[in-house]
């Protein structure tokens, strides 16, 4: 999974993914190629949902004394 076919997710859509990422990781049915790549893939995900938190952050902070929002980039 690329940060590319990351970028188009919310922050709600890949949490969502990286829940069941994680259930089928805990389900220990897998083979070990299989959880490798799950695993591969949580990680993304992981990264995906840090920087967008790490951008709302930042809007958060950003906020004028009129209540409005800064413009972002």
Request: hydrophobic residues 40%.
């Given at each position: 999974?690329?940060?590319?076919d990351?970028?188009?997710?919310?922050?709600?859509?890949?949490?969502?993914?990286?829940?069941?990422?994680?259930?089928?990781?805990?389900?220990?049915?897998?083979?070990?190629?299989?959880?490798?790549t799950?695993?591969?893939?949580?990680?993304?995900?992981?990264?995906?949902?840090?920087?967008?938190?790490?951008?709302?952050?930042?809007?958060?902070?950003?906020?004028?004394?009129?209540?409005?929002?800064?413009?972002?980039?």
């Open positions: 999974m690329s940060e590319q990351l970028s188009h997710l919310t922050f709600e859509e890949a949490y969502a993914q990286l829940e069941a990422i994680v259930a089928r990781l805990e389900s220990g049915e897998l083979t070990l190629d299989e959880s490798v799950l695993y591969e893939q949580g990680q993304a995900l992981a990264r995906h949902c840090s920087d967008l938190l790490d951008k709302a952050e930042l809007r958060v902070r950003q906020i004028t004394d009129d209540g409005t929002l800064a413009p972002l980039e």
